[in-house]
């Protein structure tokens, strides 16, 4: 059974925005030591890469800080004994692609998950199928779909994905009802 750490949004750019960016490195070591001592010898400990605020689709210069960013929560998780690496939450399916790529120079296993906003495809235009291929032949052991929508609304992408892919899949919607023309979450006025 896998245990996930919560280095969700541990990245610089995110912290920067809370003024705690002097702090990836004790929020990402704490984190998964955290996770180790609540796993013990009974669960696997993922490391976390997800989202980021800097990624530029089409921009070089972007894609490297991904990069660099990436690095560098991976140094610190690697070094505190993550057994596999979950990259998550990612609307770009070019940022998603980073994420495999960065990953793997780890040689972990690694789960990359994208999710869809309001309309079924990437936000540069990729389905669910073209998405779950690009993700298992960049390497990714594990791809899917996680986060924004209910099952009703994640389910008819998942389907594609396995039609398209012979590989694993995951699959992680929310607890949420939403309207059929809406069916991400985070756009409704309700939300937060």
Known sequence: MPFETGCWSAAFDKL????LDNKVEDLNRAAVRIAREVAGDKCLVAGNLSLTWMYEHGSASAADRVRQTFDEQLKIQCEEGVDFIIGETFSWLGE???AVER???TGLPVMVTICFENKDETAEGKSAAEAAKALLDAGADI???NCLRSPEHT????EKMRKAVDGYLACQPVGYRTPKETPDFTSLPEFP
């Open 143 to 145: 791809v899917g779909m």
């Open 96 to 98: 998603a692609l980073l």
């Open 16 to 19: 920067a925005t809370v003024g």
């Open 103 to 105: 990953a793997k120079k």
């Open 155 to 158: 389910l008819p992408s998942m």
